[in-house]
């Protein structure tokens, strides 16, 4: 780790975990509920023991964060053990006895005889086993789902799912469960979320059921399979030049960090190792899209570069170690044989390791990316993202333009597709057009919800067409999907002004104040202040922002068709010089393969 480094200290049965995350930039929105929900993932998952009873952890935000943002300093984390209440005289600080019950018959597979001999503990085992314990994966999920807001404000995705059991392995994912491993890695982690094993599917969550229930009738534990998936990652994270820059190796090196992982696989791995060379490697295509690949066998790294195609690895984990019949060990006190030491055990803890999993990724992925685009602040790392997205684009593709009511979408969308000599969209428009309605009587006689659905039916459609400028809905930002269709398509302007400019030139607007149906019946400065204060942490993620107030329409056009040419990166450059990827024969291409 270079960028954002960070350390974990704690016992298991201790009064607290403790993570430090350091090089989290400042700007990013971070509450403990986004950090808490990571942590109930982890400790779900059928086959847990009797200690995710006792405890519900929960995360404290001690430092690094204020009014809801990152500061740009250390963030400071801190999960009580609510068990520690059953465990004060034992695990106390201060001076005292010594533990009445020491361990002192090692187990197997776990760190306690090294450990016991390394350290000289060899008196209490204890003295080992509470840190080597997996409960210390608990601050590491509540650090990487800090690192994980980051990366999905950047447009990354990271989920898991379970594919094996023992010796049950699950179906071959659907084609539904296949498309979000192409585009929505967190898509595909809350529908294995759906299942108490975190399979993607009810018969293979069934079969790890059984498998589970046979392990445990034999008082014995399983180890399995997990997948770990990350989505929207851009081209040339990692690097190629020196050995500990090769994000392949620092991906393994994380994952094999988690306890119980024995075997780490990028892309096909395993599998490949069998096959030609001419069956392994994903052939280089160049379409109206710009590069890609027509196959992710390599799992999205070459070279130890990510190559703009999703990542997957996957991690192997060991059957848990504590096995409830005790393997056979030796009494460090009397030297006897004697059966191991029996600490409170899960019998399967493979689906809590897929998201424990998800947050070592995820605290790789986001070092490697400050690492490659710098990033005091979110603002910085803006435009370095955008040009590293659109980097592998044979064009820009669409401009979508967000912003509150009143910034300027229309009108100054509108000038800006003149000036490109491109089409207009305005999203609200279309969905007029195809409803029949007004946008306020959509919103009074079929309710928010419907409207959303009908403006992510419109977004989608509207991509499928040649490059246009899109005015986005003042709401459209809320989505996620909306912001993945967005990435995906081309770049994106966020236009800005005061709640009273704005308020100043809806009152004179055609649409005017009536029109909007969020604003009537409220006073309109102070609902467009309250509304960009809930929404400036969307229009924040933007490529590129400009600030309309005190602009016309015609400098502000010409200002947005400037700052997006600053997007504008080699391949594209090429393509458009050589004729390639644009206009009529672009269109012809995008026709062909469905694109656009
Ligand atoms: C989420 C999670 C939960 C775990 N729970 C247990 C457990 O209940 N019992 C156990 O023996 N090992 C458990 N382990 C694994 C041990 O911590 C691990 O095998 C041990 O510390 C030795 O480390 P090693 O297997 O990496 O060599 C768990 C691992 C993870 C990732």
Known sequence: MSRLRYLTAGESHGPALLGILEGLPSGLPLESKDIDFDLARRQRG???????????DQAEILSGVRFGFTLGSPLGLLIRNRDFANWQTRMQAAPGVPDPHPVTIPRPGHADLAGGLKYGHLEDLRNVLERASARETAIRVALGAAARTLLKDLGIQVGSFVTAIGDADADPPDESARRLQGEDAEGLALRADQSETRALDERSS????????????????????????????PVGLGSHVQWDRKLDGRIAQAMMSIPAIKAVELGDGWAGAHRYGSQVHDAIEFGPRGLSRGS??????????TNGEPLVVRAAMKPLST??????SIDLGTLQVAPAHVERTDTCAVPAAGVVAEAVLALCLADALLETLGGDSMASLRLPMARLR??????????FVIGPMGSGKSTVGAGVALRL????????????????????????????????RLEAEALSDAVQKEPAVIAMGG?????????????????????????EELARRLLRSERGVQQRPLLTGADPTERLRQLAQERQRYYARADLSLNTEGLSVDEAAALVLGMS??????LSRRAREMGIGQGSEARGLADQEGEE
């Open 46 to 56: 059928y086959g847990r023991g009797g200690r995710m009873k006792i405890e519900q």
């Open 206 to 233: 069934r079969r790890f059921v059984e498998a589970i229930q046979r392990a445990q009738q034999r008082r014995d534990t399983l180890g399995g399979v997990v997948e770990v998936v990350a989505t929207g990652v």
């Open 296 to 305: 992710n066998r390599a799992g999205g790294l070459e070279g130890g570069v």
């Open 323 to 328: 096995v409830p019949s005790a393997l056979p």
């Open 390 to 399: 659109l980097s592998t684009r044979a064009r820009p593709g669409h401009l």
């Open 421 to 452: 000599g491109q089409p207009f969209t305005d999203l609200d428009q279309l969905i007029e057009g195809r409803v029949g309605a007004s946008v306020t009587e959509i919103f009074t006689s079929r309710g928010e919800p419907e409207f959303r």
């Open 475 to 499: 709401g459209a930002v809320l989505s996620e999907a909306a912001w993945r269709v967005m990435r995906r398509h081309g770049a994106i302007v966020a236009l800005n002004a005061s709640a």
């Open 565 to 570: 040419r600053s997007l504008e990166g080699a």
